[in-house]
């Protein structure tokens, strides 16, 4: 089934989008709050990818961008700056902040740096506790601007279709090609002139600022954000595990793993109050242990994906890796 | 408060954490794995000792003795069937595994324990006479503890020196292909390790429980700490380990008590980025 030419592809995506579009007009609110949730956690996941799928930097830390954004859009809205400024306020705020920890983060390697982001995480939580008047500390913040869910819906699928479409760019360049050697073995790649702390660097900032302008989104449609809520352990947990479920360095990997999650999320979590950590545990151990490609590299998947002719980026991994998987 | 009684609680704070980094650290040197659950067996070994002071109010360092053969299952038990499954892979698949399973055998941990335990935090009220020095207030539990943990890493300082496991430990940690050639089983030094690390940790645990409160969910802010520490003091030395705890201890306290209680959980981060930028090898590490 090679043959499906790129026409046909492109117009059943569109399909696909338009549908999505029009959804929310024909189901009801609920429906629409979980498939706008969907696409921040699709977000989320495809921005983690950028940096920790391509460059095999698992960045723990990941949802920090998620955090900052939505803190400074809190912080600039509450200074009546409209929603505009306060979304690019928390873009660039994320991306400085991204700036100014790459230099020290980035001599960290491996494990080390997976750890080190989580680290982050817990600090930026402190700072959110602490800095009361400019967080609000634990009483959180209250965000004036009203919106209306349609809005939100549209803004985060937008935002959605473009991140995917950034990281599918990302794939298909050199850009990506340089990402992908670094993973592969770093001195060559720096041997092979690769300067891999800039590449390492545009990586880690291209996946700040859509996770940044999701939190912006996220903190718009709250009304009402906390520590907990945009900083938590919870919320850092759902780009890696999405895209490690998913399977990572694709695109379509972080969105199978988002789709799959929050459909369970829905089924499961909704009814069960407590141990919702437990479960990240469990799925994560079992991503370890039984499945480190991700579903994306399992036969079946591999079988669906292979007929809509998208597999070759798999084969980017070593062929010693591809033999475990 | 006077400034040495402030030094003083942060040697003992540093002492504590010295324990379960050092722990860290040689399972990170033989193993090639970052065990991101490694605070969780300390937060296990401080619930445990809770729960053997409540049923038999005993002296700490007798629990100590208790519940050593609990955890000499317990980490058995995590090595074989989280860890051991994932050796043999090719390195970046043992990375990204080694991540994955170790956090979540972390958060498993912790959310278990937080549901089965409920969220609230405990500490073992054991108190003992206090000593007086030179204006200097110091509870004789904690100088005992503090002698305590000094004595226990001068006891590894030479059981790494003197026998044939400890030896092993420091060949593998310098250069595994070469351990491997000289016919040292890696598998089983690997496990004897990983015990050795957790048990330390569970260790501090219940010094911890004794000196300070404890949650269901410190766990994984302590191993960010102790890799903080593993990082400030270079890897795989013990002294480095010790010294980092220290360090970290004292800063702790004295900005805990000038600037804020609040501030104190957070200079292990800025103390990791500083030392990040200036000195990357680790404070006492060689280039």
Not at chain 1, 22 to 39: A, D, E, G, N, W
Not at chain 1, 97 to 117: C, D, E, K, Q
Not at chain 2, 1 to 20: C, E, K, N
Not at chain 2, 95 to 122: M, P, Q, R
Request: overall charge positive; aromatic content about 14%.
């Amino acid at each position: 089934m090679q043959g499906i030419s790129n026409k046909i592809k492109i117009i059943f995506f569109l399909i696909v989008i338009a549908v999505i579009a029009f959804l929310p007009t024909v189901t009801s609110q609920y429906f629409s709050v979980f498939l706008y949730q969907l696409f921040i956690y699709m977000i989320l996941a495809i921005s983690y990818d950028i940096l920790g799928g391509y460059t095999g930097y698992m960045n723990l830390g990941h949802s920090c961008f998620f955090g900052i954004g939505g803190y400074t859009f809190a912080i600039l809205a509450n200074k009546n700056l409209g929603l505009l400024v306060s979304m690019v306020g928390g873009m660039g705020a994320a991306a400085c902040f991204g700036l100014a920890i790459s230099y020290p983060f980035f001599r960290l390697r491996g494990a080390y740096f997976a750890l080190a982001n989580l680290g982050l995480i817990i600090l930026l939580g402190l700072l959110a506790h602490n800095l009361k008047p400019l967080t609000g500390g634990a009483d959180g913040l209250f965000i004036p601007i009203p919106y209306a869910l349609s809005a939100v819906y549209y803004s985060s699928l937008l935002l959605c279709l473009l991140t995917i479409l950034l990281s599918y760019r990302i794939g298909k360049s050199r850009f990506g090609l340089a990402l992908v050697s670094i993973r592969a073995d770093e001195d060559v790649a720096n041997a092979f002139g690769i300067n891999p702390y800039w590449y390492k660097l545009a990586a880690l900032i291209l996946g700040a600022i859509p996770a940044s302008l999701a939190g912006g989104i996220f903190a718009w449609a709250l009304t009402y954000i906390n520590p907990d809520s945009l900083l938590g352990i919870e919320i850092a947990l759902v780009p890696v595990t999405m895209a490690m479920l998913g399977g990572t360095g694709f695109v379509a990997g972080p969105i199978l793993g988002s789709l799959f999650i929050s459909v369970v999320q829905e089924l499961v979590w909704t009814k069960l109050p407590y141990l919702h950590l437990a479960i990240y545990g469990a799925i994560l151990i079992l991503i370890g242990l039984y499945m480190p490609g991700g579903l994306i590299r399992t036969k079946a998947f591999q079988r669906t994906l292979s007929r809509l002719g998208l597999t070759e980026r798999l084969y980017w991994y070593s062929p010693k890796q591809i033999s475990g998987l | 408060m006077g400034f040495l009684q402030i030094v003083t609680s942060g040697l003992l704070l540093g002492g504590v954490y010295a324990l379960a980094a050092f722990g860290l650290s040689i399972c990170w040197g033989v193993l090639n794995i970052l065990n991101i659950a490694h605070g969780e067996f300390l937060m296990l070994g401080a619930l445990a000792a809770y729960g053997v002071y409540a049923l038999l109010g005993i002296n700490p360092f007798f629990i100590v003795l208790a519940i050593i053969p609990i955890f000499l299952a317990f980490s058995f038990l995590f090595e074989k069937l989280l860890i051991r499954p994932i050796r043999g892979r090719t390195e970046t698949e043992i990375l990204v595994a080694s991540i994955l399973v170790t956090l979540g055998g972390a958060l498993l941990i912790e959310d278990v324990t937080a549901f089965l335990w409920g969220k609230s935090f405990t500490g073992i009220p054991y108190s003992m006479i206090s000593l007086q020095v030179g204006g200097v207030v110091i509870p004789l539990i904690r100088l005992l503890i503090l002698a305590f943990i000094l004595a226990l890493t001068w006891v590894i300082h030479f059981y790494l020196k003197r026998s044939y496991t400890g030896k092993a430990i420091q060949a593998i940690t310098q250069n595994r292909e070469g351990a491997r050639i000289v016919g040292i089983n890696i598998i089983r030094i690997s496990m004897i390790t990983f015990i050795i690390g957790t048990s330390l940790a569970a260790i501090a645990g219940v010094f911890y429980v004794v000196l300070y409160s404890m949650t269901p969910y410190m766990g994984l802010s302590l191993t960010v700490k102790y890799m903080c520490i593993v990082v400030l003091g270079g890897l795989g030395s013990l002294f480095g380990s010790f010294a980092g705890g220290l360090i970290l201890g004292i800063t702790e306290s004295i900005i805990g008590y000038y600037v804020g209680s609040d501030w104190s959980p957070t200079v292990a981060f800025f103390a990791l980025v500083l030392i990040l930028l200036l000195r990357p090898q680790g404070l006492f590490g060689r280039k």
